[in-house]
């Protein structure tokens, strides 16, 4: 196994079929469904080392709900279809093939026709703070000869934000 060149981690890639896997059931909240008895299921099927990124496949039922973004999501549709309303009342189609991009902070009702199937690579935002501090520790670091990598501390302020 080979390991990346800038840590002691072993690095694998990792491949799946999304399209045909068994998904577990993932609730929409009650709350957020405005039509409809929508079943939603998913299965997350890596998560990077930093913690800060994975990669899930999601299906839903017929229904129509509002969905709540905490993170950057982009997704690519499998199979099925649903119309997305974005917060500014613009409706948009979803099919297989098609891309899209919902920023962490924004929320959109999803009106779902048919069964449809994505897969979606999620981002937590990091705050730019923080993403300034980690690149002038790396430079530093960098600048004296060694390998970038987060500090402790920082370490330890992103697990308490919740991002690790």
């Known amino acids: ?3 990346h060149p800038e840590s002691s981690m ?26 409809g008895t929508p079943e939603a299921t998913r299965k997350q099927f890596v998560r990077t080392d930093d913690r800060n990124s994975y990669i899930v496949a ?3 039922t ?5 969905w709540h973004y905490n993170e950057d999501e982009t997704l690519v549709v499998l199979s099925g279809e649903a119309f997305i309303t974005t917060e500014e009342g613009e409706e948009r189609r979803l ?5 899209a991009f919902f920023p962490a902070g924004t929320s959109a009702i999803w009106r779902v026709t048919r069964r449809i199937r994505k897969v979606a690579v999620v981002r937590h935002t990091v705050p730019l703070s923080l993403v300034f501090g980690l690149r002038v ?13 987060s500090p402790l501390m920082l370490n330890l302020i992103v697990d308490s934000a919740g991002m690790l």
């Open 10 to 35: 072993p690095k694998s890639i990792v491949m799946a079929t999304a399209a045909t896997a068994d998904l577990d059931p993932a609730p929409i909240p009650t709350s957020w469904i405005l039509e």
């Open 58 to 60: 999601w299906d839903c």
């Open 137 to 149: 520790w790396n430079k530093i670091l960098r600048v004296v000869g060694l390998t970038g990598g």
């Open 62 to 66: 017929p229904g129509r709900f509002t």
């Open 1 to 3: 196994m080979r390991r």
């Open 95 to 99: 099919a297989p093939g098609d891309m």
